[in-house]
């Protein structure tokens, strides 16, 4: 990173910026968390899992990030 702050190198989640995705956590088992990836920082990744519910995810916890096609409401519910 650079003193303006811009990654000197592309961040590794922005290819899922926006896009509805499940994001893998926790190692002894996978935990599927249905969200959007919204940013990311050089420790963690920001997720939504709802509008106004955002939460900074740190990048050791995940173990593996897949698109979804599904709508949140039918996972959700």
Do not use: H
Request: some cysteine.
């Amino acid at each position: 990173m650079n003193i303006d702050g811009i990654w000197d190198c592309p961040p590794v989640y922005c290819a899922w910026f926006g896009k509805p995705v499940l994001l893998f956590v926790v190692r002894k088992c996978r935990i599927p968390i249905p969200c959007n990836i919204i940013a990311e920082s050089a420790s963690s990744v920001r997720i939504r899992l709802q509008p106004g519910w955002e939460i900074d995810v740190p990048k050791e916890l995940i173990l593996s990030v897949e698109e979804t096609a599904a709508s949140r409401e039918i996972c959700m519910n």
